[in-house]
T-cell receptor, first 116, second 114 residues
Framework: EAEVAQSPRYKITEKSQAVAFWCDPI?????LYWYRQILGQGPELLVQ????????DSQLPKDRFSAERLKGVDSTLKIQPAELGDSAMYLCASSLVGGRVDTEAFFGQGTRLTVV | AQTVTQSQPEMSVQEAETVTLSCTYDTSESDYYLFWYKQPPSRQMILVIR??????QNATENRFSVNFQKAAKSFSLKISDSQLGDAAMYFCAYRSANNNDMRFGAGTRLTVKP
């Protein structure tokens, strides 16, 4: 069964360091989402891609966060410099575009980031 | 952007009983999709059930069913014959059919008592 792959699963970094997360969506899924989930809360959308284009990054703290999906397939989310408040689970999800079937997003296992 | 509200941070149900989780949303769109996702502790987010806004019939998936009231912008999840494995965080989600924007509620933690 096709899955959304994310790596690493866990990351511990010191504040002010750079950190990057990688996501490989399900093959054929044009829409890719990055969410941040603080423990005990709901996922917060950081950025949404349609193929290689950013559709929505209004909630992305652009002074320190960046995201790219250069070839419209896999994606990287970067934080530089990391701050203590960035400690959270970072979730990647993908979905098909349009249509009336398979409208849900499929999630990866996430990357748990701890900033010390 | 659309907002999704889950007003029950925690719910508890006795095994084999029925529980209903609430969700409301705010949107000006007429075409959209609604979902309930389940997130077990330290595990992946998985889809429980989906509802297309253009469909009047409420969706059902085995023990899971929804009460979708479009005019009231309400979308509740009913779990029948609750099982220990149903214990998890449940998230209500809204997805725009226009731009695929997808937003989540704050979640409801469901505990199932044996």
């Amino acid at each position: 069964e096709a899955e959304v792959a994310q790596s690493p699963r866990y990351k511990i970094t010191e504040k002010s360091q750079a950190v990057a997360f990688w996501c490989d969506p399900i093959s054929g899924h044009a829409t890719l989402y990055w969410y941040r989930q603080i423990l005990g809360q709901g996922p917060e959308l950081l950025v949404q891609f349609q193929d290689e284009s950013v559709v929505d990054d209004s909630q992305l703290p652009k002074d320190r966060f960046s995201a790219e999906r250069l070839k419209g397939v896999d994606s990287t989310l970067k934080i530089q410099p990391a701050e203590l408040g960035d400690s959270a689970m970072y979730l990647c999800a993908s979905s098909l575009v349009g249509g009336r079937v398979d409208t849900e997003a499929f999630f990866g296992q996430g990357t748990r980031l701890t900033v010390v | 952007a659309q907002t999704v509200t889950q007003s029950q941070p925690e719910m508890s149900v006795q095994e084999a009983e029925t529980v209903t989780l609430s969700c409301t949303y705010d949107t000006s769109e007429s075409d959209y999709y609604l979902f309930w996702y389940k997130q077990p502790p330290s595990r992946q987010m998985i889809l429980v059930i989906r509802q297309e806004a253009y469909k009047q019939q409420n969706a059902t998936e085995n023990r899971f069913s929804v009460n979708f009231q479009k005019a009231a912008k309400s979308f509740s999840l009913k779990i029948s014959d609750s099982q220990l494995g149903d214990a998890a965080m449940y998230f209500c989600a809204y997805r725009s059919a226009n731009n695929n924007d997808m937003r989540f509620g704050a979640g409801t933690r469901l505990t199932v008592k044996p």
